[in-house]
């Protein structure tokens, strides 16, 4: 089994930045892709960033591109979301999510390619 633990969430003022920061543990050789999700108030979980294995190829949301990196340490078994430039609109609790499954082309920033989820990390980004 794999385990996920998010940390780095926290309150800013618009246009400032966060990091937030994914640790794996457990079976962590079984991981395919992982990726990063946001449920904002009253709204479903979407998908803002996702990688895959080597050679760590990325996909982002529209509202993420330009603003947000993604990025994986594979010694380390962790994975980062690096937020600039933040928006009220990117408040929302933001979930790492990983699949331990043969993966679809295409499915990159969909909830159902991932098995595996961490807690989430509250982000609240005020005006």
């Known amino acids: 089994q794999v385990r996920l633990v998010e940390s780095g969430g926290g309150s800013v003022q618009a246009g400032g930045s966060l990091r937030l920061s994914c640790a794996a543990s457990g079976d962590t050789d079984s991981v395919n892709f992982m990726g990063w999700f946001r449920r904002g108030p009253g709204m479903e979980r979407d998908g803002v960033a996702s990688?895959?294995?080597?050679?760590?190829?990325?996909w982002y949301a529209d509202s993420a591109k330009g603003r947000f990196t993604i990025v994986k340490d594979n010694a380390k078994n962790t994975m980062d979301l690096q937020m600039n430039s933040l928006k009220p609109e990117d408040t929302g609790l933001y979930y790492c999510?990983?699949?331990?499954?043969?993966?679809?082309?295409?499915?990159?920033?969909?909830?159902?390619?991932?098995?595996?989820w961490g807690q989430g990390t509250q982000v609240t980004v005020s005006s």
């Open positions: 999510a990983a699949s331990t499954w043969p993966f679809r082309s295409g499915w990159y920033l969909r909830e159902v390619a991932y098995n595996v």
């Open positions: 990688i895959s294995p080597e050679p760590l190829r990325t």
